[in-house]
């Protein structure tokens, strides 16, 4: 067994903060690259020059690539041989959330849901937490922005419905949202399990790299046919028209239940930011 100091979390998590919120990470600076290499529309290409720019800028300033900074969304892998010591894991994510929010001069976005008091200091985070085989703790904070999460949606298809109905569904999810969710958009889809599970899948997808295969060669044709029907929808980088309304479609999928289709679709804006370190 193998102790881990619930302090080391906390600060790990103070910096993911910092750091997720100032670094957009290499595979998204690349899908910005191919994106302005096919761009058609000339005002297109020019505002993805200016988001290749704003991360440049948050970079080397080290500054927030937006205002909203997000929801910190942390993902915890627990190894099963981790004796964890010190203090309450769930507490020292929040402290670290705290402290990262506080110390980066990041936005505090969280707040009541009837009063929208706000809470002061960015917390509660979201935690996921999952057991694993193994001695190692794995953090990954993925800040999320609430224009791209209002546009999301998890629906219970019925069997019936099938891919078509799936790919109908997510197309035109994308096309309501419109604008909203500071296109261009990764669109991260969650096929099966029950309504939560659905939400998370399509949440978790994307931490997948951009630019990168999907594993399954069945869910890879379907994230390129369904990213082709986006990419005509015209919608565009910021919404102002072009092919560029999203850089890729990610889905993950597990087996449901004999009577539902559950489906979800998380969609994400182009400040595609998370980090993670593994203890
Ligand atoms: S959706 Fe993304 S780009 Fe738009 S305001 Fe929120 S964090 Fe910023």
Request: charged share 25%; net charge negative.
């Amino acid at each position: 067994m193998r102790e881990i100091d619930v302090k080391l979390v906390t600060e790990r998590v103070r910096d993911l903060c910092m750091e997720a919120n100032v670094t957009l990470g290499e595979d998204v600076l690349q899908a910005f690259d191919r994106a302005i290499e096919k761009e058609e529309s000339p005002l297109g290409v020019d505002i993805l020059k200016e988001l290749k720019e704003n991360a440049r800028i948050a970079r080397e300033e080290r500054v927030a690539i937006c205002q909203d900074t997000g929801f910190a969304v942390v993902f915890v892998e627990l190894g099963q041989d981790v004796h964890l010591v010190g203090g309450d894991l769930r507490e020292a994510i929040y402290e670290g959330v705290r402290q990262g929010y506080r110390d980066g001069y990041l936005r505090k976005s969280i707040c009541h849901p009837f009063t929208r008091a706000n809470t002061g200091d960015n917390t509660p985070a979201v935690v996921h937490t999952e057991i694993v085989s193994g001695d190692t703790l794995k953090l990954t904070v993925a800040p999320k922005g609430g224009g791209s999460e209002n546009m999301s949606r998890v629906v219970m298809l019925t069997p019936s419905d099938g891919i078509e109905g799936i790919k109908t569904y997510v197309v035109q999810r994308v096309k309501e949202s419109g604008s909203n969710p500071c296109p261009p958009t990764i669109v991260g889809v969650g096929i099966g399990g029950t309504m939560e599970q659905a939400a998370l899948l399509a949440k978790k997808s994307l931490l997948r790299p951009l630019g990168s295969k999907n594993s399954d060669p069945e869910l890879d044709r379907l994230e390129s046919e369904i990213l082709t029907e986006i990419n005509k929808l015209g919608i565009g980088p910021q919404g102002l028209g072009g092919r560029t309304t999203s850089l890729a479609v990610h889905i993950l999928m597990m087996p449901c239940h004999i009577a539902s289709l559950p489906l979800a679709v998380n969609i994400q804006c182009h400040v595609q930011r998370h980090k993670e370190v593994t203890i």
